[in-house]
Each structure stands twice: as C-alpha cells, then as structure tokens.
C-alpha cells in the first residue's frame, strides 16, 4: 500500500518518549504503531479497546 498522506498530532514529549520505548520494545517503529492502529480502527469498525472514565486513583497518572 502506497503511502500518500501525511498525519499529524500535538501530543506531550514524555508521551511520545514513553510509547517510542515500548514500540522499541515490540520492534516497531512510530509509522508502524498507527498504521496497525489505524488498520485495527477500520477492522473493528471502531476502536480496538474500550473506552471508559477510570476509577479515581487510577485518573493520577495524565499525559
């Protein structure tokens, strides 16, 4: 599949920083990490995991 298009997003350094380690981790590399989200996104017809408001003590750790 051809790459045609571009996407962009503001998001924090430490985010970014903490998820490239993980990513490393698993052998991927930022590109790849959204384009299996964004496959994954479409497959399901939604998003791959379920979105719900954490429990109070949980709500703490905010990027």
Same mark, same amino acid.
């Given at each position: 599949?051809? !790459? &045609? =298009? =571009?996407? $962009?997003?503001?998001?924090? &350094?430490e985010l970014k920083q903490d998820a490239e380690k993980v990513l490393k981790q698993l052998g991927l590399? =930022?590109? +790849?990490?959204?384009? %299996?989200? /964004?496959? +994954?996104?479409? %497959?399901? !017809?939604? %998003?791959? /995991?379920?979105?719900?408001?954490? &429990?109070? &003590? !949980? $709500?703490? +750790?905010?990027?």
């Open positions: 599949m051809a !790459k &045609e =298009t =571009t996407v $962009r997003a503001r998001i924090s &350094e590399n =930022t590109s +790849q990490a959204i384009n %299996l989200y /964004f496959s +994954q996104i479409v %497959l399901r !017809k939604g %998003l791959p /995991f379920d979105v719900v408001i954490p &429990e109070e &003590e !949980k $709500r703490d +750790q905010s990027y």
